[in-house]
């Protein structure tokens, strides 16, 4: 039994994921206290008006600067993530950023260098490591099930309206940088102490392009890691408008010396068709009539629970803070990592050569 200590929590960003971990929160014992922001004020109200928040302004520093506050979530855009993670490090408490850590290396180096100054605590937010089926995989490994892991892949498949989503927030949040990155992670996590050292990949354009976005419908990458193995990785988010998953459709495969792995994680076993309509989590507005159930990325409203990834990842990383207790987030050094692989795959697809992933010292 360990002592339970009290959270008072600002969440910085009262978008989708803000007002996901804001709910989260509120309904975990040990948090006394939240307070939101946004610069869009009219979404902080709201957020503060659905959690019960003691505290809401347009204004970052405002809202991390109060006095109950001793950890902080930044949930904002992509691009607009260093700046309010730079404060909220110098503020000395925990702070979870949602991935990616940020859309280029340099910031990335200076959220870590700023960490290492500060003896911050950072983590970042790759919730696909706390889909059940991957936990379990990650066990399986650890246990040495699979033995060395000799070669792996994943491949990612969502809808074309997911990926205009992310596109309209920053042209940098493509389907690789943003999306493929979950299994960018996920390879770096279960094969543990293997960075990828090289990257080959090839894209196609298409319906993505014609949109007027500089993204390819399709990207395929080989990534070599340091001891050898092999892993491909694929990534499409130009699947037709009304793809029945609601969320990421993937298969992740792992081949190791004394086992192999096998996670369909497509969905296509809860197939359900509607006449009325089936609400998308994250696309407001945009209902599919065939749906595959459990597909939502971060997790799905149930009899009035949220349940999923982002549920257990936000549960894991307050029980952290509340407890002590050890909690599998990604480090920042994880997630600079990712971002530096997805960036090489860009580069390597468009350059139409390998690619070295630069490593820190
Ligand atoms: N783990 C997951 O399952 C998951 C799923 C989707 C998105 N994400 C990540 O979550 C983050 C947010 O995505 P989202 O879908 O919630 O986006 P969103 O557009 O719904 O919300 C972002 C919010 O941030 C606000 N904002 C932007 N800049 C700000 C600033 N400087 N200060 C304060 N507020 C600011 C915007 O007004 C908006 O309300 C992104 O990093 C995204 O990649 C994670």
């Known amino acids: 039994m360990n002592p339970k200590k009290d959270i008072g929590l600002a969440i910085i960003g009262s978008g989708r994921i803000g007002t ?21 004020l009219a979404s902080a109200e709201k957020l503060a008006k659905t959690v019960g928040a003691q505290f809401f302004s347009d204004d970052n520093l405002a809202v991390m600067n109060r006095p109950e506050v001793n950890a902080i979530i930044i949930a904002t855009a992509e691009h607009e993530h260093t700046v309010p993670v730079l ?6 408490v925990p702070v979870l950023v949602e991935k990616p850590i940020a859309l280029s290396v340099d910031d990335a180096d200076r959220m870590i260098a700023t960490v290492g100054e500060l003896g911050g605590d950072l983590r970042v937010g790759y919730s696909r490591r706390f889909k059940i089926r991957y936990h379990l995989a990650k066990e399986q490994i650890v246990q040495g099930r699979l033995g060395k892991i000799t070669g792996a892949c994943a491949r990612l ?3 074309r309206s997911q990926c205009f989503a992310m596109l309209s927030r920053n042209k940098g949040a493509t389907p690789v940088v943003d999306a493929l990155t979950y299994y960018v ?16 990949a090839k894209g ?5 392009a014609e949109k007027g976005y500089d993204v390819e419908d399709v990207t395929w990458a080989i990534l070599t890691c340091k001891d050898g193995a092999v892993v491909n ?24 010396t004394h086992g192999t792995l096998l996670i ?13 309509g089936f609400p998308h989590v994250y696309l407001p507005g945009h209902g599919v ?15 009035g629970d949220f349940l999923g990834p982002i549920a257990d990842e936000t549960r894991a990383w307050l029980d952290y803070l509340s407890t002590g207790r050890k909690c599998n987030l990604a480090t920042p050094l994880d997630a600079r990592h990712n971002l530096a692989v997805t960036l090489a795959i860009e580069e390597s697809a468009r350059l139409g050569r390998t690619v070295q992933v630069p490593q820190r010292a």
Not at 20 to 36: D, E, G, Q, T, W
Not at 87 to 92: I, S
Not at 289 to 303: H, K
Request: aromatic content about 8%; overall charge negative.
């Open 185 to 200: 992670d996920l390879m770096g996590w279960l094969l543990a102490d293997n960075p990828v050292v090289e990257v080959f």
């Open 233 to 256: 990785l694929g990534v499409s988010y130009a699947l037709p408008e009304k793809w029945p998953s609601v969320g990421h459709s993937a298969r992740v495969e792992l081949l190791g």
């Open 157 to 159: 498949y969502n809808s």
């Open 204 to 208: 196609q354009k298409g319906v993505i």
């Open 264 to 276: 369909n994680d497509d969905h296509t076993d809860q197939i359900m068709q509607t006449d009325v």
């Open 20 to 40: 996901l971990r804001a709910r989260l929160a509120a309904a975990h014992p040990s948090v006394k206290y939240i307070a939101v922001s946004d610069s869009n």
């Open 87 to 92: 404060a909220a490090l110098k503020r000395k």
């Open 289 to 303: 009539e065939t749906v595959f159930l459990e597909s939502s990325t971060p997790g799905d409203w149930a009899m």
